[in-house]
């Protein structure tokens, strides 16, 4: 079977640093995915992890342990349009969590 | 490009009528899904298929049809609509399942 946890909520401050943990436990895993969706619009494309370690793109970075099932993003200096949801997916099938949703308050 | 097209943007229909949700991209990608999303419960894969003429379930597949006669379009029919099928309905295309998927702007649908 395939279980994928997120916190549901989280809030956070601007200019602060926020970690949002993914756990999973899935029959097959080829990587990890994160997704970022504003309210009312598509998902858009975060990162991609295959291999164990960190992954670093501007003011996001996302880690993954294939050998834990865990998985999180890191935003830094945050800003109030990062108020979204962050969906976590797994491949090889594509499954999602349930998301997580931010709210960045001034 | 227009990446991925999804129609209608809107639907509203009572039970037991059947409709298509189509969707089609431009990308030349192989790898095309179909998922729904629902308040609190994240986004659930209906059926995806790796190329033309190729189609498998997801994992909440009933009640809906799909198929891939072409490269380019994905479309998904639900058979007999019914109110547990209201929700906003997306469809995403990648180069294969491991690469970055791009989503349409969404169907929401209504049954009454």
């Known amino acids: 079977g395939q279980n994928i946890d997120q916190p549901t909520e989280m809030t956070a401050t601007e200019g602060a640093i926020v970690q949002i943990n993914c756990t999973y436990q899935?029959?097959?895993?080829?990587?990890l995915f994160w997704y970022q969706q504003h309210a009312g619009e598509a998902p858009t494309f975060l990162s991609y992890n295959v291999l164990d370690g960190l992954e670093e793109k501007g003011r996001f970075s996302s880690f993954l342990s294939r050998s834990k099932g865990y998985s999180y993003l890191l935003l830094k200096e945050l800003q109030m349009k990062d108020s979204a949801s962050y969906l976590c997916?797994?491949?090889?099938?594509?499954?999602f969590g349930t998301g997580t949703r931010l709210q960045v308050f001034p | 490009n227009a990446g991925v097209t999804q129609t209608p943007k809107f639907q509203v229909l009572k039970t037991g009528q059947s409709m298509t949700l189509q969707c089609a991209q431009d990308?030349?990608?192989?790898?095309m899904s179909w998922y729904r999303q629902d308040p609190g419960m994240g986004l659930r894969l209906i059926h995806y298929?790796?190329?033309?003429?190729?189609?498998d379930q997801g994992e909440v597949p009933n009640g809906y049809n799909v198929s891939r006669s072409t490269t380019e379009d994905f479309p998904l029919r639900l058979l007999s609509a019914a109110p547990s099928q209201t929700s906003v309905y997306f469809c995403?295309?990648?180069?294969?399942?491991?690469?970055?998927?791009?989503f349409g702007d969404g169907t929401r649908l209504s049954i009454l």
């Open positions: 990308m030349n990608h192989e790898y």
């Open positions: 899935t029959s097959g895993f080829n990587g």
């Open positions: 995403a295309s990648s180069r294969s399942g491991n690469q970055p998927q791009h």
């Open positions: 997916a797994v491949t090889d099938k594509l499954i």
């Open positions: 298929s790796v190329g033309a003429g190729i189609t």
